[in-house]
Structures are given as C-alpha cells and as structure tokens.
C-alpha cells in the first residue's frame, strides 16, 4: 500500500469511527509502527487529523459520540495508555482490604487491575473485557449477567441492573466517554450502559470516576451522572475552569 493510499484510508476510517489507535491501522494496513506514525504526522501538519497518545482522532471532533461512531472497547487499550495507567494507580489508592469494589467496564478503570496485587478485596463487574483480566488476581470475582455487547465486552440491562441490586459497594470506579466541564455532566455512548453506571452509583458507598484529560473534549449520547456525584474525579490534567470543582484530583 503506497502513502497516499494510507493516508486515504485512514481519513476513511475516521468518518466511520472518530478515534482509532495506532496499533489497530498497523493490523489493518499490515504496516509498522513507525510508518502509521509518520503518515499521522502529515496529515496532522495538513490539518487534517489531531494526534492522540497511542492513536488518532478526527480533526476537531465536536459530535455526538453514540453506538454509531464508539469503537470496539480492544481499539481503545492503547488510546492514552500511560495517563490511564497513572490515574487507574491513584485511584487504587483508595482501595482498603475487605472491600467489595464495581470495577466499571472503561478501558481506564481496567488499568487498575495491576495496582490492586496482594489486596484482599472482593470485586463486581459486567465487564468480560475486566473479568479476563482479573486472573491474574487472588480475588473473589462476582460477573454480573444479562444482555451481553461484543462490541463493549459487557453485560447490559434490566437483568443486569436486578443482579446489582444484590450487592452494597464500598467502592466503585467508573469510566466515561466524555465530560462537561461548563455543565457538570458525564457521558456514555448508549443510554442502557448509562443505566448501568447510574446504578452502580446509587449501590456505592463511595463513587469515583476515572477520566483522562482528552474526555473533556468529548460529549455522548446519554449523560450519566455530574460530578458532585463522585467523592473524586480522577484525571491526568485538570482542564480550564476545572479547579471550581474540588474533588477532582490531578495525577500531574
């Protein structure tokens, strides 16, 4: 595949889906690492994309992220992957033994999975993509069942929502698709994984979310909760107008 034939198929892939990681277009155009970088450093300098921390992003992405345009949950691993980390080891922090904890089914919730090593915790989930992750953990795992997502690895809906019911959480630690910094709001891509997470908090003892800073550019489909709902907001980098908020905490 010749540059320009890449680079065409990148832009492609972005009216199709708005954020994509480098490590997917290598798999997808068979190329190397080095070669996705350097056609992303093109179109960015021709205005045509904007460069994320492990992938890309169309140029000035303002809509509404919904089930059309979210990608896979396996796309964005690697999307922001170092801030992930930074903040799911804060986060962890919190975490005491003889916690029962909801670990959400966000790729930056995920990141906490290595932090949480010889702690004696029990933890809930409805995420598969979570949940295979766990054994490498000492742990008592609970899997809520329901209608279950390929696409987001997670089991969703009324049945889901019935099995929380079940359950007190200590702590629970959510991911989101985007935030509002003006209007105090947070987003999912689909209203039934709102309901989910809406649920989880109403069930916590103590709510945190987990976001990193490129989430402050974005808004989806179904607003999920605000940010008074959380005890702390946990990000990379505080944005502009921010610090009026004071539970949210800066890994910088």
């Known amino acids: ?72 949950v396996l796309e964005k691993v690697n999307i ?47 995420s598969y993509f979570v949940l295979n992750r766990l054994n490498q953990l000492d742990v008592e795992v609970y899997m809520l069942g329901g209608r279950y997502s390929k696409k987001h690895e997670i089991c969703y809906g009324p049945s889901t929502i019935e099995q929380m019911q079940e359950f007190r959480f200590d702590k629970s630690f959510i991911g989101a698709n985007g935030a509002d910094i003006d209007f105090g709001e947070v987003y999912t891509s689909e209203l039934e994984i709102g309901s989910i997470k809406k649920a989880v908090i109403k069930r916590s003892k103590h709510a945190y979310l987990l976001v990193d800073d490129s989430k402050f550019k974005l808004t989806a489909l179904s607003t999920f ?25 800066s890994t910088e």
């Open 1 to 72: 595949m010749l540059a320009k034939e890449r680079q065409i198929y990148i832009l492609s892939r972005l009216k199709s889906q708005p954020m994509i990681s480098i490590s997917d277009l290598c798999k997808e155009m068979n190329v190397s690492k080095s070669t996705v970088q350097r056609d992303l450093k093109l179109l960015e300098e021709q205005g045509k994309v904007d460069r994320e921390r492990g992938g890309v992003v169309q140029i000035g992405l303002e809509e509404t992220i919904s089930d059309l345009t979210e990608g896979p």
């Open 80 to 126: 922001h992957q170092e801030e992930k980390k930074q903040i799911a080891e804060i986060a962890a922090k919190e975490i005491r033994d003889g916690d029962l904890i909801f670990l959400d089914s966000g790729t930056t919730p995920m990141q906490m999975i290595p932090f949480l090593h010889n702690k004696k915790i029990k933890i809930v989930t409805n």
């Open 225 to 249: 909760g605000s940010f008074e709902d959380f005890e702390k907001v946990f990000t990379n980098k505080i944005p502009e107008g921010g610090k009026k908020y004071k539970n949210i905490i």
